[in-house]
């Protein structure tokens, strides 16, 4: 039986992975920053939904059984991830 050869990876398609990652965290740390650090944080999730159009969840528990979302946003950022827009507007909590 004759060999398969092994893909080469797609290096364009790590790179922009690699790029979305970036872009997420810098979202999640704006959202933070703005809205303050719950006490029992485990999380914040960033979900790209279309080109510059973002939800974003702020979990809380102490552990993965007892996680909530505590703030759920909508946004329109820019295309280096800067907030333009969000739904409910981001006030500081904690």
Do not use: C
Request: proline share 5%; hydrophobic share 40%; charged share 25%.
């Amino acid at each position: 039986m004759a060999k398969r050869p092994t893909a080469e990876p797609d290096e364009e398609a790590d790179r922009k992975h690699s790029q979305a990652e970036r872009l997420a965290t810098r979202i999640g740390a704006s959202v933070m920053i703005a809205l303050g650090h719950p006490e029992d944080f485990f999380r914040v999730l960033v979900v790209r939904l279309w080109e510059n159009h973002y939800r974003v969840n702020i979990q809380t528990g102490v552990d993965p059984v007892s996680l909530r979302v505590a703030h759920s946003f909508f946004l329109t950022t820019d295309e280096n991830g800067k907030i333009v827009a969000s739904n409910p507007a981001i006030t500081r909590q904690y």
